[in-house]
Every structure is written in structure tokens, then in C-alpha cells.
């Protein structure tokens, strides 16, 4: 195991050497990081070329990667090209509030979804069944910044028409500073949660069923019933354990389309998350505070899916690492 996971991890360092290049190479010819510096009344014109050389901006596109690299190493993720702050700071903030409710959202939508694919599997054809296939179906279908949407207008109307607050539609806090935790955090955050929530309850539930009716039908399952099984044991036993494989397939790469859906929802919802702060950095070209955010989600990404491929192994003792 031990060997397979170093392979891994020294099979991703090209690739992630030539994917952050190609980023780079595309993020710094988007726009120009110095472009609100050039608009400044109060800036001294001569500060700017000091600017330029301290941040290597003066030479080649591929001594700018490497210079990037070095910094992303020895300073911690590096200096914003357009306050000209440490990155490091910004990122400790806004993952810790994507991170409260990506992790929330995905946790509910495994356990929500896992068992109503269990259920529906169990119940084939049953009004149960219909229902929520036919709910699941709906969540496939629905874009995330349409769902959000939604859900702010609800609310909207609920609280002009009722006059009763139950979840912000924007911000973090009622309050700039507020806790972290608390009430008046969840009523903040409650419906960035629903959106990604159901979005991924979707895919989870719809995978676990046709996952637990394919292992339903094999001919182990039918012998450990002709063995006088009880159902319980048969479902739980050797039914749900193989059925999970899929599943941490699709968990695995829901990793990367929750971050995804993490900027839409957190731009609609104004959310102070990494979302939010990619679409801002990158419309003012701050090369490097994107391409730190591009790093730190391919780690994760990366990460996720070594977990699922010793997750197999777990979970199906005919899977062998060599």
C-alpha cells in the first residue's frame, strides 16, 4: 500500500508541474494585475517600475513560472501582485467559510443520499421509489446558480409576506465580524448548503440505487438467500459493502464539481469563500493569488481521489496494490 500511494503521489508531480504552466501561462496573459496601480491618482509613476522587477513582471513568461514556484514554496503561497499582501492570510480566512458549508452539505448529502438509493433499491418500483427517482432526476437537472436563485427569491418573499426571518440570503453575519459559529451564522448559510446539498444528494442517491440493484441480481446474493440468509444480513452484508465501490467513485470526482459549484453558489450568495475570492482575484489578473487557488484545489481534488483508490481496497479485499 505504502508503495502504491508514493507511486501515486510521484505519478501526479509532472502532470501537475505541466497543468500549473499551461494555468499560469493562460492566467497571466488574461488581464493586467498592475492595471488599477497605472489608475491610481495618488501612486507615485515612479514606484511602478520598482513593482515590476521586484515581482519579476519584467521578464519571460517561462522565468516568471519558475520565480512563481519558488515563491509559492518560500512564501507561503506567495505575494498578491495586486495589494501586494502575503496570499496566505486570505486563504486561511475564506477556506475555513467554504469549508463550513461544503463539508456540511456533502456530509448530509451522503448519508440522505445513500440511504434513499438504499431504500429505493430495496422498495424497486414502489411509490417511494418513483418519488424519489423522479426528485433525483429534478436535482440532475437543475444548474446550481438557478437552484440558488431560487431559494434567495423564496425566502425573499417569505420574509416580505410573513415578515419572519428564517435564513439570510446573503453574507456570513448580520453583523461584519460576527462569530463563526453560532445561529446567526446558519441562517447565513443554510441555503448555500441546501443548494449544494441537493445538487449532490442527486447524484448520490441515483449511483447507490443502480449500484444496489446490480449487486442485487448477482449470483452470490442469490446464494446466500438459498443458504437461508436472513435479508437483513444479506443487504447489509454483501449487498451494501460492494455497492459502495461505485459510489466512492462518484464521491471522489463530486470533490471537484462541489468547489465548482462552491464559486457560483458563494458569488450569488456573497459569501466571503475561496469561490468568491477566485472570481475577484482573477477579474483584477492577480496571477498569482489564482494560481494559488488552482493549486490548492487540484491538491485536494488529488487527494480525494487517492483516498477512493485505497478506499477499494478496503472495501473489496479481490483489489491488490502492487
Not at 509613476?45 to 512563481?68: A, G, M, S, T
Not at 477556506?95 to 422498495?123: D, W
Not at 425573499?156 to 451564522?185: E, Q
Not at 458563494?266 to 466571503?272: A, P, R, T, V, Y
Request: proline share 4%.
Amino acid at each position: 500500500m505504502l508503495t502504491f500511494i508514493a507511486r501515486r503521489v510521484l505519478y501526479t508531480i509532472p502532470v501537475m508541474v505541466a497543468s500549473s504552466f499551461l494555468c499560469f501561462v493562460s492566467v497571466s496573459y488574461a488581464g493586467n494585475p498592475l492595471a488599477k496601480l497605472y489608475a491610481s491618482p495618488i501612486l507615485n509613476p515612479d514606484i511602478i517600475p520598482k513593482i515590476i522587477h521586484q515581482n519579476h513582471l519584467d521578464v519571460n513568461i517561462v522565468e516568471r513560472y519558475f520565480y512563481w514556484v519558488q515563491s509559492l514554496f518560500t512564501q507561503k503561497l506567495g505575494i498578491s501582485l495586486v495589494t501586494l499582501q502575503p496570499l496566505l492570510p486570505d486563504f486561511e480566512r475564506t477556506m475555513g467559510h467554504t469549508f463550513q458549508f461544503v463539508i456540511i452539505a456533502e456530509t448530509l448529502a451522503i448519508i440522505l443520499g445513500v440511504a434513499v438509493g438504499i431504500f429505493s433499491a430495496i422498495r424497486q418500483y414502489s411509490v417511494f421509489d418513483y418519488v424519489f427517482t423522479s426528485t433525483s432526476f429534478v436535482g440532475f437537472a437543475m444548474p446550481t446558480f438557478w437552484l440558488a436563485l431560487m431559494l434567495q427569491l423564496l425566502f425573499v418573499y417569505v420574509w416580505k409576506w410573513w415578515h419572519v426571518r428564517i435564513f439570510y440570503t446573503s453574507g456570513l453575519n448580520a453583523v461584519p465580524g460576527g462569530p463563526d459559529w453560532g445561529l446567526d451564522r446558519f441562517q447565513h448559510l443554510a441555503l448555500p448548503i441546501i443548494t449544494l446539498l441537493i445538487i449532490s444528494f442527486a447524484g448520490y442517491s441515483r449511483y447507490m440505487r443502480a449500484s444496489m440493484l446490480d449487486v442485487i441480481n448477482s449470483d452470490y446474493v442469490r446464494t446466500a438467500r438459498a443458504k437461508g440468509v436472513t435479508e437483513r444480513r444479506v443487504i447489509m452484508r454483501h449487498v451494501f459493502r460492494n455497492a459502495l465501490i461505485p459510489i466512492t467513485t462518484f464521491g471522489a470526482l463530486n470533490v471537484g464539481a462541489l468547489l465548482g459549484g462552491a464559486i457560483i453558489t458563494e458569488s450569488i450568495f456573497q459569501l466571503d469563500g475561496m469561490g468568491q475570492y477566485f472570481i475577484i482575484r482573477l477579474g483584477n489578473g492577480d496571477t498569482y493569488a489564482v494560481m494559488a487557488y488552482l493549486m490548492i484545489t487540484s491538491v485536494i481534488i488529488i487527494a480525494f481521489n487517492l483516498i477512493a483508490d485505497i478506499t477499494y481496497g478496503i472495501l473489496d479485499p479481490r483489489i491488490r496494490y502492487e
